[in-house]
């Protein structure tokens, strides 16, 4: 069975992860393995420097590798947890859901609780370009009279 | 997706497509026109609105009307058939008319799915579903603005009397399908504007006067003048209090249009030495002006321009008053101001549209607020009548008079008289000093008569006419504004990489590039996954995400 390791710089929930440094380790497991969560033991020398990814190609997955054990100064022990995201991104990409946030496709008229408002509201005054009102009252008296003829 | 379909007036069957807030098409690059092809759709995505134009091969969209590529009895409206189908999105328009009938206006979306079959085969073949369909209409008449898509709630129930879901109401059946466009519209044309309803004439019986200062002092005078009230009271048999002939005078804080003439009353022109007082005489009485428009446009282009958000409005003799953010945010507001001249009432009204306005999805026009006040400042008049008082003395020192011939008419005679004054004084002293005693007393009767008959009616009567009250708003400013309060959302660099921005639409999740969060999502033919794997990815697309 061939294991390949690499190294992962992307965050983990990038779906299709970069992954660069990749070494095959060839072996057999000698014992029960769990294909969510496989441990196996390799030779110390031919796991690369920041190897924190695998894969399992017989398995058809993708795992984070969450531990790393000296058995020996030669033996490391590594244990594996599956990547969901990469393992089935293609399965994933044929299925639709309904998006509650997106870095794109977005409607921004839908209420955001993860957006603050800040204390400090400023005040902005708009002002009606006209008025009857000619500053104060009109120096006439308006004086309404029956019978004025 | 919204669709907003408009129908160009010369070419009501050939429909020119505009969408807005496209989601599905933001992913996937923007088709490029083919220099060699004339009908490729050009679809220019900015700032959330596409607009979708039949280009030219000089590559710049013009807004045109549409052109035809035949297909057998389909003409369709398709964009290079050239696409990347794995990286672009392809709106596919067609109408279909077969001889006599109505057209068919049908407009698919199709993009990014892999496939490598060409999206008019697919149309062809009838592999889009009703998915992917984004308007159909039937009509030959123009197109409606807006149309909506994927109404899935206003389907109506099934005919299975077994079904269970007829037994309850679903919802959504008596909807009106979000039919934003039937709406009444209330334009500023619709504002009353004062005419000779309004301002109708009561011909002489009730006349407006404007008077300045100096003709107030020549009023003053020729109330004053004794001619006027002759000639007042001599028509106006009984006429006590001539000051009731004014109705009201007052102050107002604008001007009116009228024209010069004498001044009267009850058709007397008073005259003060024989000028007659000259001033403006107006027939108008309600005044309208349109005070300006504002229009509040987002500042954010998201929910925080409506929440968050505090607006007021402040108008003269009136005060501050709220407006709703709902209403008048995105909307151009008119002011417009209503005033009488015999009352100083005024009546505001806000006029709200949104026509121009690009950010609503509807069109609305209307008056949704109102409001009053008055600005009337009370003139205060007087004069003194002394008419009354004259009336009451002579009233008074008569029955005085009376009293005194009563007592000392005899008296007086004998002092007067020599033979009297002889007598009396032959009478002796004694007769004189009782005489004079009696005379005293009297006199002394005769001035308190007097004196107690002044309390009562030997006073001026002061007749008075309207009333002095603040009119505070005089002392506010006269100008009218809109004040808006804004809480101001706080946006990280890149944010939207981190944590997304709001959605709620379905979406194939192939369709879809960076940040990634679902609010429900049910995974199907997921390969050798086992429940526990499929669970976990459900879960975790529901709470951390995933960037595609």
């Given at each position: 069975m061939t294991i390949n390791l690499y190294i992962n710089s992307d965050d983990p929930i990038v779906g299709n992860k970069t992954l660069s440094g990749g070494t095959a380790v060839t072996g057999t497991f000698r014992a029960t393995a769990d294909v969510l969560r496989p441990t196996f033991t390799v030779t110390a020398s031919s796991v690369p420097s920041g190897a924190n990814y695998a894969e399992i190609p017989t398995f058809g997955r993708y795992y984070y590798i969450t531990g790393m054990r000296y058995v020996t100064t030669d033996l490391v022990e590594l244990s594996l947890y599956v990547d969901v995201r990469k393992t089935f991104l293609l399965e994933l990409k044929v299925n639709s859901g309904i998006v509650s946030r997106q870095e794109n496709l977005y409607n921004m008229y839908l209420p955001d609780s993860k957006t603050p408002i800040g204390a400090h509201k400023p005040v902005n005054t708009y002002k009606f370009t006209s008025t009857p009102f000619v500053g104060g009252t009109s120096n006439r008296v308006v004086m309404l009279v029956l019978g004025g003829g | 997706m919204s669709l907003v379909i408009r129908g160009d007036?010369?070419?009501?069957?050939t429909p020119f497509f505009e969408l807005e807030n496209i989601s599905e098409l933001a992913s996937c690059s923007p088709l490029v026109v083919e220099n060699s092809r004339t009908n490729a759709w050009v679809i220019n995505y900015s700032a959330n609105n596409a607009k979708i134009y039949s280009a030219v091969w000089t590559a710049q969209p013009y807004a045109m009307q549409l052109s035809a590529y035949d297909m057998s009895n389909v003409n369709i409206y398709l964009g290079s058939p050239s696409l990347n189908e794995n990286t672009h999105c392809c709106i596919i328009a067609y109408s279909l008319k077969t001889g006599t009938d109505s057209y068919i206006h049908r407009v698919l979306w199709y993009g990014c799915d892999g496939s490598a079959v060409s999206p008019i085969q697919k149309t062809i073949n009838g592999d889009f579903g009703t998915q992917n369909t984004l308007y159909f209409a039937i009509s030959n008449t123009p197109l409606p603005s807006f149309v909506e898509d994927d109404r899935e709630w206003d389907e109506t129930p099934s005919e299975d009397p077994s079904d269970p879901f007829n037994e309850l109401a679903q919802g959504g059946e008596n909807a009106d399908t979000m039919d934003f466009a039937n709406t009444d519209l209330i334009g500023t044309a619709d504002l009353p504007n004062p005419d000779a309803t309004m301002n109708m004439s009561y011909g002489g019986l009730i006349t407006c006067y404007l008077l300045s200062s100096s003709e107030m002092q020549d009023l003053n005078n020729a109330l004053f003048d004794a001619g006027t009230w002759a000639n007042l009271k001599n028509k106006f048999e009984?006429?006590?209090?001539?000051?009731?002939?004014?109705?009201t005078a007052h102050q107002v804080p604008f001007t009116v249009t009228g024209t010069s003439g004498q001044f009267q009353i009850g058709n007397v022109v008073p005259e003060y030495n024989g000028h007659s007082v000259n001033c403006t005489r107006t027939a108008t009485r309600y005044v309208k002006t349109t005070m300006g428009t504002i229009t509040l446009k987002e500042v954010f282009g998201s929910e925080k321009d409506y929440s968050n958000v505090s607006i007021q409005i402040y108008l003269p003799y009136v005060g501050i008053k709220d407006l709703d953010p709902d209403i008048v945010v995105g909307s151009a507001c008119t002011l417009v101001c209503y005033a009488d001249l015999w009352t100083g009432d005024i009546l505001y009204m806000l006029h709200v549209s949104n026509a121009t306005a690009a950010k609503k999805y509807f069109t609305a026009e209307t008056v949704p607020y109102r409001w009053s006040g008055n600005c009337a400042k009370q003139v205060p008049l007087g004069r003194v009548d002394n008419s009354r008082m004259l009336i009451n003395m002579a009233s008074t020192i008569a029955s005085v008079g009376v009293g005194m011939a009563t007592f000392g008419v005899g008296a007086v005679g004998a002092l007067g008289g020599n033979a009297g004054a002889t007598a009396a004084a032959g009478a002796g002293t004694s007769a004189a000093t009782a005489n004079s005693a009696t005379m005293k007393a009297g006199a002394a009767q005769a001035v308190g008569a007097i004196t107690d008959a002044a309390s009562a009616g030997f006073q001026p009567i002061v007749q008075t006419s309207g009333g002095v009250n603040g009119a505070v708003g005089q002392m506010d400013l006269q100008f009218a504004y809109i004040m808006v309060k804004r809480g101001v959302p706080v946006y990280p660099l890149n944010w939207r990489k981190q944590i997304g921005a709001p959605q709620y639409q379905t979406y194939l999740v192939a369709g879809l590039q960076g940040f990634t969060q679902f609010a429900a999502i049910h995974l199907e033919n997921m390969g050798v996954a086992v429940d526990e794997e499929i669970a976990e990815l459900e879960r975790l697309l529901k709470t951390e995400g995933i960037i595609l």
């Open positions: - | 007036s010369g070419y009501p069957d009984g006429l006590s209090d001539p000051l009731s002939m004014i109705l």
